[in-house]
Structures are given as structure tokens and as C-alpha cells.
């Protein structure tokens, strides 16, 4: 059977790029889908293709930064798919800057999305995910770092941080949901470079400070850093997504792992 059957899954930034397409893997593994994202038009067209799959699906409008957005989201995933076992804390955002040109308001921007909305996304799983909660039968987490959290990049130093933030929460997230028993695994994904909007963005500010001559040359660099020679494909964080969320990654978590072609190691 499917590894994903009878879950509920929450996917935010799953409007588009990688957030779209690990909802597609998921719900190719047979979980029914809530798209969560702060783009309207785009999140409900998701939530559209995804039923395609054939599972339940409904779409969400939320501001990962904003606590009581959140407690509406999650609300919105129980009573529309009927539970809540999966979430994918995905949105995030990644304003380029060299360090000697940061601007304090974009810093706290990032910081806001990356950090504060990863970690109000754990705070409303688990309160509705442990024993007597909304759901209340357990679940697991995947949050999505980057490799950016685990090599220096020039030209992305704040992005990095809230990166690494994101990896140092999931440990104690994974450390606080074991201890307490609420039957929550949290794991987190580190993609490498994919040209999604947010790539192929990166991809040109990297020309655009100086680092590179033109967009070809930026993405060929990344590509011979990579032993397995090639950029990322969305469909590979999806997979491994759903391996975290299975059965088969039972007694996994508080790990990172690198989906990068091993550009990270
Ligand atoms: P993207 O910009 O293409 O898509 C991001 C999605 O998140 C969009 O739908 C956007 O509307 C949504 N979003 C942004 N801010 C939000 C907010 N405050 N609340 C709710 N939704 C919000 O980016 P992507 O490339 O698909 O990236 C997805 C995740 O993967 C991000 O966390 C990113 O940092 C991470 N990542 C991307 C790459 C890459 O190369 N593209 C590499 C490593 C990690």
C-alpha cells in the first residue's frame, strides 16, 4: 500500500516550488493535503493540481510569522481533512546581500519567516498532535533548512543563520516531542541550489553583487561543487520528505539531512 495512506498533511509555501511539489510527493504517497501559503490565487491553483492525485485537499491562507494565523491554519487543516499527522514547515524566504550592504529590515524580515514562522509552525503541531490535542495521535515534523545552513556562501550570511536556526530548532523540537511523549518525530531537509523562483533569483543576485559574471557561470560553479553534477530537482526533496514522514523512518529523528547531491559533505 501507499506509506502516506489515512495522513493529513499541512505543506506551507506550498503554493509553488519545492513547497508544491513535496504536497505532490505526499499526496502520491496517499496524504491528503492542506496548502498553506500567504499567496492566495497561487496556493488554491495548487491545492487544485494536487487533487488530481486523487486525495482531499483544501487550501489555507497563512502568514507563517503570525501566531494567531497559525492557530486558524491548523484549525482549518482538522475540521477540512479531518486530523493532523504531518507538517511541512517549507515557506521561507531569502533576501541576497553582501554583509557589507545588509539592510537591518530585510535581516528581520527573514528572521521573522525563517525562525519565528518554523517555530510557531512546531508549537501549533505539537499542541494539536500530542495526546488529548485537536488531532491528538502523533505525527512528524520536516522542517527545511538549506544546505546554506552547513557551508559559507557568499552573499547570503542572514539567510544562513535563520538557516541554521532552523537546524538547531529541530533537534530540540525532535529533543522536548520524545522526552514529553507526544509521539512527534522532527527532522529537517538540507536541498541544495534548484532553480525554483527562489533559485533562479539567487542565481542572478549572485551576478548582480559581483560574484559572477552571468547567470550560467553562478549556476555551472554550484553544479562542480556538487560530486553527483547536477542542481537539485524538487522531486528530490519530495521523496526524501516522504521517507521522514513514513513508517519506514519510524525511529529517525532529530536528524538533517542533506538532499544536495553531496555539494554539503
Ligand atoms: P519559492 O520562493 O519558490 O517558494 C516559497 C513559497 O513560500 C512561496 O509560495 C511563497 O509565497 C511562500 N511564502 C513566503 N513567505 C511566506 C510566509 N510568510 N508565509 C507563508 N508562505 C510564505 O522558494 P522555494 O525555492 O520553493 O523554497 C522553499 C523552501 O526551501 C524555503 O524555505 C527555502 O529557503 C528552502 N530552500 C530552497 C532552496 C533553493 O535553491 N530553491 C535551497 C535550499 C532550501
Same mark, same amino acid.
Given at each position: 500500500?501507499?506509506?502516506?495512506?489515512?495522513?493529513? &498533511?499541512?505543506?506551507? /509555501? =506550498? +503554493?509553488? $516550488?519545492? %513547497?508544491? @511539489?513535496?504536497?505532490?510527493?505526499?499526496?502520491? !504517497?496517499?496524504?491528503?493535503?492542506?496548502?498553506?501559503?500567504?499567496?492566495?490565487?497561487?496556493?488554491?491553483?495548487?491545492?487544485?493540481?494536487?487533487?488530481?492525485?486523487?486525495?482531499?485537499?483544501?487550501?489555507?491562507?497563512?502568514?507563517?510569522?503570525?501566531?494567531?494565523?497559525?492557530?486558524?491554519?491548523?484549525?482549518?487543516?482538522?475540521?477540512?481533512?479531518?486530523?493532523?499527522?504531518?507538517?511541512?514547515?517549507?515557506?521561507?524566504?531569502?533576501?541576497?546581500?553582501?554583509?557589507?550592504?545588509?539592510?537591518?529590515?530585510?535581516?528581520?524580515?527573514?528572521?521573522?519567516?525563517?525562525?519565528?514562522?518554523?517555530?510557531?509552525?512546531?508549537?501549533?503541531?505539537?499542541? &494539536?498532535?500530542?495526546? /488529548? =490535542? +485537536?488531532? $491528538?495521535? %502523533?505525527? @512528524?515534523?520536516?522542517?527545511?533548512?538549506?544546505? !546554506?545552513?552547513?557551508?559559507?556562501?557568499?552573499?547570503?550570511?542572514?539567510?544562513?543563520?535563520?538557516?541554521?536556526?532552523?537546524?538547531?530548532?529541530?533537534?530540540?523540537?525532535?529533543?522536548?516531542?520524545?522526552?514529553?511523549?507526544?509521539?512527534?518525530?522532527?527532522?529537517?531537509?538540507?536541498?541544495?541550489?534548484?532553480?525554483?523562483?527562489?533559485?533562479?533569483?539567487?542565481?542572478?543576485?549572485?551576478?548582480?553583487?559581483?560574484?559572477?559574471?552571468?547567470?550560467?557561470?553562478?549556476?555551472?560553479?554550484?553544479?562542480?561543487?556538487?560530486?553527483?553534477?547536477?542542481?537539485?530537482?524538487?522531486?528530490?526533496?519530495?521523496?526524501?520528505?516522504?521517507?521522514?514522514?513514513?513508517?519506514?523512518?519510524?525511529?529517525?529523528?532529530?536528524?538533517?539531512?542533506?538532499?544536495?547531491?553531496?555539494?554539503?559533505?
Amino acid at each position: 500500500g501507499k506509506s502516506l495512506a489515512g495522513k493529513k &498533511a499541512l505543506v506551507t /509555501g =506550498g +503554493a509553488r $516550488g519545492i %513547497g508544491a @511539489a513535496i504536497a505532490q510527493s505526499l499526496a502520491r !504517497a496517499g496524504a491528503s493535503i492542506m496548502i498553506a501559503d500567504i499567496l492566495d490565487d497561487a496556493g488554491k491553483a495548487s491545492a487544485a493540481a494536487i487533487a488530481k492525485e486523487g486525495v482531499a485537499t483544501g487550501f489555507v491562507q497563512l502568514d507563517v510569522s503570525d501566531d494567531a494565523q497559525w492557530e486558524r491554519a491548523v484549525a482549518a487543516t482538522v475540521s477540512t481533512l479531518g486530523g493532523y499527522d504531518i507538517l511541512i514547515n517549507n515557506a521561507g524566504i531569502e533576501i541576497t546581500s553582501l554583509v557589507s550592504e545588509v539592510r537591518a529590515e530585510d535581516a528581520r524580515r527573514m528572521c521573522d519567516v525563517n525562525i519565528v514562522g518554523t517555530v510557531l509552525g512546531m508549537k501549533h503541531a505539537f499542541r &494539536a498532535m500530542r495526546p /488529548g =490535542g +485537536a488531532a $491528538g495521535k %502523533g505525527g @512528524a515534523v520536516v522542517n527545511i533548512a538549506s544546505v !546554506a545552513a552547513t557551508i559559507a556562501f557568499p552573499s547570503i550570511a542572514v539567510y544562513s543563520g535563520t538557516k541554521s536556526a532552523v537546524d538547531r530548532m529541530t533537534r530540540v523540537g525532535a529533543m522536548e516531542a520524545g522526552k514529553l511523549g507526544y509521539g512527534v518525530r522532527v527532522n529537517c531537509i538540507y536541498p541544495g541550489l534548484i532553480p525554483t523562483d527562489m533559485g533562479l533569483q539567487l542565481a542572478n543576485d549572485i551576478v548582480k553583487v559581483g560574484l559572477a559574471p552571468d547567470v550560467n557561470a553562478a549556476v555551472g560553479s554550484v553544479v562542480e561543487q556538487t560530486p553527483l553534477g547536477r542542481l537539485a530537482e524538487v522531486s528530490d526533496i519530495g521523496d526524501a520528505a516522504v521517507f521522514l514522514c513514513s513508517n519506514e523512518a519510524r525511529f529517525i529523528t532529530g536528524i538533517g539531512l542533506p538532499v544536495d547531491g553531496g555539494m554539503g559533505m
